[in-house]
């Protein structure tokens, strides 16, 4: 049994905390305000952009895990010191860091995303991400840290609420068999990350020397258009067809306008009006974490989804 720090409580570092504990291992959450203990998870309130508080809280740690997610709009300012704050505390403690990552440091690309394709961010949200990840790399290289980041695609799962795509604003209208709107074309190919595959993705390489001081594409299913994932997940509600629509550029023009989320989006509109394939390959020539069936993917997600309206509605 090991301890184990994880930063950040949204549905990645939930997921990963769980996942530790389920494994017998000890973890503590760190999060700005806290929340109620949960068996075998302390949680503690601290701003990880303290490198001495954050130090104390990572020490005896075996790894470190950053899944926390500054505000979108807001990734520019947030990021380079909670960076700089999670390399201290790894090179202070000796903890291993493990950075889930994204794609977004490749910027378009043709053909499939691979871990060997230059970091060539044209917005800036891709080039502070890359900037993230270039921080704690030279380090490592430097011998100073043990650091491995684990890049995912967009994810969805149970747990994932947020984001349009395939989680808030796509799942409640599809459990209710009404139309639902996409970013981008919903025929082109893309690749959906699965939330659990990418917890035990972060997990297994914490624990793996070989897989320290590069980045790692979590293992992904072949890439499906959002026309099919809809299809697919309202087969499993018992609510299809749905239709697909989507929304027109003079509508994301005055949304943005509204919606800081909207307009921050503007940078990664490639990756949905083109395909978006990832290549996970190397990932699973070395590893054994395997990307969960998808008819596993869409049950388990439609079950997660459904219990949630059954709980909100229970409610007084």
Known sequence: MSFYVVIGFGPAGAATARLLVEQGHT?????????????GIEHVALDATDSTRLTEAVRG??????CAAPPYHRWTSAWPPLAS???????????V????????????????LTEGLPLAATGPKGRVRTAVWEQART???QGRLKAVEVRASDFFGPGVTDGGHLAGRVLPPLLRGKPVST??????????????????????VAGEERAWGRAWHVPTEPARSVREMVDRLAAQAGTGPVAVRRLPSAVLAVGSLLSPMLRELKEIRYQFDQPFVVDAS???????VRATPLDQQVKE????????????GARP
Do not use: I, K, M, Q
Request: with cysteine; net charge negative; charged share 20%.
């Open 282 to 288: 190397a990932y699973e020539a070395e590893f054994a």
């Open 85 to 95: 704050s999670l390399c201290a505390a790894a090179e202070a403690t000796g903890a």
């Open 61 to 66: 740690a075996a790894a470190v895990f950053s």
């Open 301 to 312: 997600t439609v079950d997660w989804w459904r219990d949630r309206a059954g709980s909100a």
């Open 183 to 204: 970013l981008g074309d919903p025929d082109a190919p893309h690749s959906w990350t699965y939330l659990p595959d990418v917890a035990r993705a972060l997990v297994e």
């Open 27 to 39: 973890v503590r959450v760190v999060t700005r305000s806290g929340r109620t203990p949960e068996p």
């Open 139 to 141: 380090l490592h290289e």
């Open 97 to 112: 860091l493990v950075l889930l990552g994204n794609l977004y440091g490749y910027g378009p690309v043709d053909g499939p």
